[in-house]
Every structure is written in C-alpha cells, then in structure tokens.
C-alpha cells in the first residue's frame, strides 16, 4: 500500500515538475524555478498547458486588441468610467485590503497599490452597483469581461515581476486617470507598453509581467479579466465552470456587505495567526507558508523516506 502511494506520489511529482517546468521557459523572462514551483503560477500549471494547448489566440506577451471588438463598447465609454473613478478616489474607496482578506492582490498593497472591485467572476458586488451605476451597467453589456475593478498605482510606485496564476483569461487595461508619460508603464515579457488615458490594451498576464509609475501623478485604470478564447465548446465549457469555482472562492470585498470567499477567509485567519507566532521563534519561511512547505516535506518523505512495510501484497 504505501509503495503504491509511493509511485503514485512519484508520478505526480514528475508530472507537476514537467508542467511547471514549461510554464517556467515559457517567454524570454523567467523566475527563478525554485520560486516557479512553489508559486500559485506552477500550482495551476497543469491547468494552464490545457488553456495554451486549445487557445484561439496567439501565444504572444501582447495581444491584438481587434481580437475583441466587443471591448469597443467599453473603451468608447472611457470618460464615463473615468468620472466614477475620480469619485471614489476623492471619497477614498480605491483602497488596499484592511483586513488581509484579498490574497491574490497582497504582495502588491505592499508598493501603495489600491483597487476597487466591481464584479469578480460572477455578479457585480453590492458596493460598486451602488457607487458605480453607469460603470457596472456598461460592464454587463460585455459578456467576455469576467472580472473587473479600478485599480491605482501611485507615484514612485512599482509592482515587481510576477506571473498570474490562471491561463483561462486574459488581462485587458483601459487608461482612466494617467500621467500619459512613458515613465508610467508595465512590461510584459520584456516588452513594454505605456499608458494613455482613453487608450487600452490586451495581453496575456501569465507571461512574467511588472509595472512601474516613475512619475509625480497616480494612475488609474479599468483592469479586466476577458474570458481566453478556446477553440471548442467543451474547454469553454469547462474554463466558465473552473473560472466560476474559482471567482467564489477567491471574492474579496470593498466594504462589509460585499462578499469573502473562502480561499480569503482562510487567508485572512493564516495572517492573524502568524502575526501572533510572530516571535515563536519559527523560521520565517515557515510563518509565512506553513501549509505549503508542510504538504511538499511530507510528499517528499512518503517518496523517498518513509519506510516499505516488511510484507508488500
């Protein structure tokens, strides 16, 4: 028995490996591999290489924004979106978690990065229907937009390369507030992009990305996740039913009537906990993923340590 959970255990090691191995040469810039295999971008590794395999779309950094003529309707509408932005910057809503409740995002509130969610991955969320009427009404005439918030990054601001985690989208910025300088930009895959305001751009964020705001003046954007193209029914199928699991389990909210999803619930109880282990005199790499490490220590153990039983039927 336990040489089968061996073999099973090995197999499924080598597997992932493979998978996250391509994920990790796919591009000219890379991360270093040991971060690519404990990153939430290897985990969905096998997931993603099903994406790429049946996208209609070219496995390129930038994407051609004609491949979705639908998003017209939201970049002609620019000046629309941009007056609910300034509102909610000026009554302070675009804003970074308080409550450590938005893991995907955590790393980022760290350079000053702030958001505000109108719908993720299902219904658009109380607040932003409340605060944002004209915007949410123009997103629900999209059906291709799955996700969609403000996003700010302030002056001197920097987001640090990275890859996204889900290859069932693709990521689509739309300039509200900018400073319309070069020095405002992102790169992807090593090419770079600025932003302009009224002017958008598709690309594919589980390329390594980074952005930076080398200016005096905030910027503002649309950020959307678009529904990747799939050249079958069945994968679409089942990228809408993958995309909606996991829409629900990773909601994060504004304000208090807007809804937490578990993946963020159990984020937010791990943070408190490891604020009070803090000074347990663990390593801070253990505080830090103390799951993670664990799950990846015992598989090694079972496949490589763990001793036969005398008797193998």
């Known amino acids: 028995m336990l040489l089968t959970a061996r073999l099973v255990l090995l197999g499924l090691l080598v597997g992932y490996t493979l998978c996250a191995l391509f994920v990790h040469r796919r591009g000219r810039v890379r991360l270093r591999f040991d971060r690519q295999f404990v990153d939430h971008s290897g985990v969905f590794a096998p997931?993603?290489?099903?994406?790429?395999?049946?996208?209609?779309?070219?496995?390129?950094?930038?994407?051609?924004?004609?491949?979705?003529?639908?998003?017209?309707?939201?970049?002609?509408?620019?000046?629309?979106?941009?007056?609910?932005?300034?509102?909610?910057?000026?009554?302070?809503?675009?804003?970074?978690?308080?409550?450590?409740?938005?893991?995907?995002?955590?790393?980022?509130?760290?350079?000053?990065?702030?958001?505000?969610?109108?719908?993720?991955?299902?219904?658009?969320?109380p607040s932003a229907v409340a605060l944002c009427p004209r915007s949410i009404a123009l997103l629900e005439r999209v059906p291709v937009i799955r996700g969609a918030m403000f996003a700010l990054l302030p002056p001197g601001g920097r987001l640090n390369p990275h890859r996204d985690p889900f290859a069932g989208s693709l990521r689509y910025h739309l300039g509200l507030i900018t400073p319309n300088s070069d020095d405002c930009?992102?790169?992807?895959?090593?090419?770079?992009?600025?932003?302009?305001?009224?002017?958008?751009?598709?690309?594919?964020?589980?390329?390594?990305?980074?952005?930076?705001?080398?200016?005096d003046q905030p910027r503002v954007i649309l950020f959307c996740d678009l529904e990747r193209p799939l050249r079958t029914r069945v994968v679409r199928a089942v990228n809408r039913h993958v995309s909606a699991f996991m829409g629900k389990i990773t909601a994060s909210p504004n304000?208090?009537?807007?809804?937490?999803?578990?993946?963020?619930?159990?984020?937010?109880?791990?943070?408190?906990?490891?604020?009070?282990?803090?000074?347990?005199?663990?390593?801070?790499?253990?505080r830090k993923r103390p799951v993670k490490y664990s799950f990846i220590l015992f598989s090694l153990w079972i496949i490589f340590l763990a001793p036969y039983p005398f008797h193998v039927h």
């Not at 994406?51 to 491949?67: G, H, K, L, Q, T």
């Not at 509408?77 to 995002?105: G, I, P, V």
């Not at 009537?257 to 009070?276: F, I, P, Q």
């Open 47 to 125: 997931y993603n290489l099903l994406m790429y395999a049946f996208s209609a779309v070219a496995a390129e950094p930038f994407i051609d924004r004609r491949r979705f003529p639908i998003m017209d309707i939201v970049q002609q509408e620019w000046e629309t979106l941009r007056e609910e932005a300034l509102c909610l910057l000026a009554q302070h809503h675009l804003s970074a978690s308080m409550q450590h409740d938005d893991a995907s995002f955590n790393s980022f509130f760290r350079q000053g990065w702030k958001r505000f969610y109108l719908k993720w991955y299902g219904d658009p969320l």
């Open 185 to 215: 930009r992102i790169f992807v895959d090593g090419s770079m992009y600025a932003w302009r305001d009224g002017e958008d751009v598709v690309f594919d964020e589980t390329y390594v990305h980074w952005a930076e705001n080398w200016t």
């Open 255 to 286: 304000q208090g009537l807007d809804r937490t999803g578990g993946v963020n619930r159990v984020y937010a109880w791990a943070h408190r906990k490891c604020t009070n282990e803090r000074h347990s005199g663990r390593p801070a790499w253990m």
